[in-house]
């Protein structure tokens, strides 16, 4: 920050004033002078401003110290006339102190920087002095506060010192006391540790004592074991001869089942009456046909192996799927996604299951089998709200149970005999539900049975 620096200028010598600063001004007189520039600086109008101080004619006092304190302390020094007219404000607001610079006697009660910052203003004779009086005056009370400061510091110090001198005396106490105590700890543990390798010995006397009784327990089980193993031999003995007598016991009972034998008989001729007199209720015609007749072969005369092979039923036939669900009893499970990933991959995952159960409503109201449909749980981001179609159960998979694995339960769940057919093309599905005893079949092949429906 630029430092008024007074010097002997044309307005000095005008003045009659040929004094000036070797110096820069003291801190505290500089800021003096700044402060009492900007509170006069708004008694004067715009026009009696220096050019490069109107831009902070509408400042307040604060801010145009803080912002312009360099442009005024340098305006104050280079412009004769804006001292003047500052000198002039300062002269309204301390007459006092103005008269009394003018007249050569400042006040002896006022502030030295009050005083030379009046004075660097004002420029009466001796203003030099009044300034190097106050920068004195400042640099012992700056020292004076120094020697204080140090003073304040070398007791807060020595108090310090003598706290952790007590502490030290403490800490030293304290630790002695536990040096005590931790000696006392290690005789009693000595002590602990003498009764302990006692104990040991006497403990290792008695386990010898135990080995000791311990061979004589054996030598009496050795003893003991024979005696079973005679036993034992005279048991088998007396076994086979039991099982001598129970077989010929059997063969007694063998003898006297003639009349139970009979009794049978009896029953047996009933069921075959009753299954002659159904026969003869349904009128059943008499059977030419022997097991040998159902074996597929070509007879002379007949058609050949190929034109069979043409007749039967393709895998991917949907006849095969009605003849399948004309059995009896038949229970059709379907795995949803695979199938709906089969034949409409490109629809939303509701819309899927939708056209699917739709389909299946129709063809179990047409051949009246049980259908269970299985959508697997853990592609669904929200509960499902779906009303089951009529004919169809709808199952979903429980979280981490797959949707396959449900499938395989299900075919496992029916009883030995009863047709089932599953619907997938997972090749891991058909493998398990067809050791179920359950048949697989295609996607593919449900979906053309449902293109008919």
Same mark, same amino acid.
């Given at each position: 920050m630029e430092q008024p620096t007074g010097g002997a200028g044309p307005a000095d010598a005008a003045d009659g004033t040929a004094e000036s600063l070797d110096r820069p001004l003291p801190e505290g007189v500089r800021r003096k002078v700044v402060a009492l520039v900007s509170d006069a600086f708004g008694g004067l109008t715009v026009g009696e401003l220096p050019a490069q101080l109107r831009q902070y004619a509408r400042f307040t006092p604060s801010r145009r110290a803080k912002f312009a304190g360099n442009a005024m302390a340098a305006a104050l020094e280079s412009d004769p006339v804006f001292r003047r007219r500052i000198g002039e404000r300062i002269g309204q607001t301390q007459p006092e102190l103005a008269e009394a610079l003018e007249s050569g006697a400042p006040p002896a009660a006022a502030d030295p920087v009050d005083v030379a910052a009046a004075a660097y203003v004002l420029r009466p004779a001796g203003w030099v002095? $009044? %300034?190097?009086?106050? @920068? !004195?005056? %400042?640099? #012992? &009370?700056?020292? !004076? #506060? &120094?020697? !204080?400061? =140090?003073r304040r510091e070398l007791e807060r110090l020595r108090e310090e010192l003598e706290h952790a001198r007590g502490q030290t005396r403490a800490d030293t106490e304290r630790l002695r006391s536990e040096l005590d105590a931790a000696r006392k700890e290690a005789d009693s543990l000595h002590r602990k540790l003498r009764s302990a390798l006692s104990e040991v010995k006497r403990g290792e006397a008695a386990l010898r004592k135990a080995g000791a009784e311990a061979d004589t327990v054996r030598a009496e089980t050795a003893a003991q074991v024979s005696a079973a193993e005679s036993e034992t031999r005279r048991l088998k003995a007396r076994l086979a001869e039991a099982e001598a007598s129970v077989e010929a016991g059997r063969r007694a009972a063998r003898e006297g089942r003639s009349v139970e034998d009979m009794r049978l008989r009896l029953l047996l001729d009933t069921v075959l009456d009753a299954a002659q007199g159904l026969r003869r209720e349904l009128a059943l015609p008499p059977s030419s046909l022997r097991p040998a007749d159902g074996v597929e072969a070509v007879e002379p005369g007949r058609m050949s192996p190929k034109d069979i092979a043409a007749r039967a039923l393709s895998e991917t036939d949907p006849a095969l799927l009605d003849q399948l669900l004309a059995l009896p009893q038949a229970h059709l499970i379907v795995d949803g996604y695979n199938v709906t990933k089969t034949g409409y991959p490109q629809m939303p995952l509701e819309k899927q299951r939708l056209r /699917? /159960? +739709? @389909? $299946?409503? %129709? /063809? &179990?109201?047409?051949? +009246?089998? !049980?259908? =269970?449909?299985v959508f697997d749980g853990a592609e669904l981001a929200v509960p499902v709200l779906l009303a089951p179609p009529r004919g169809v159960r709808v199952l979903f998979s429980k979280a981490g149970v797959t949707a396959d694995e449900l499938i395989r339960q299900l075919a496992r769940a029916e009883p030995p005999g009863r047709p089932v057919v599953v619907v997938s093309t997972d090749r891991e599905v058909a493998d398990g539900v067809a050791k179920a005893g359950a048949r697989p079949v295609a996607s593919a092949l449900l979906l053309k049975r449902l293109s008919r429906v």
């Open positions: 002095k $009044l %300034v190097a009086a106050a @920068g !004195e005056e %400042v640099q #012992r &009370a700056h020292a !004076e #506060r &120094a020697d !204080e400061e =140090t /699917l /159960l +739709g @389909g $299946l409503s %129709v /063809l &179990a109201a047409q051949t +009246g089998a !049980e259908m =269970t449909c």
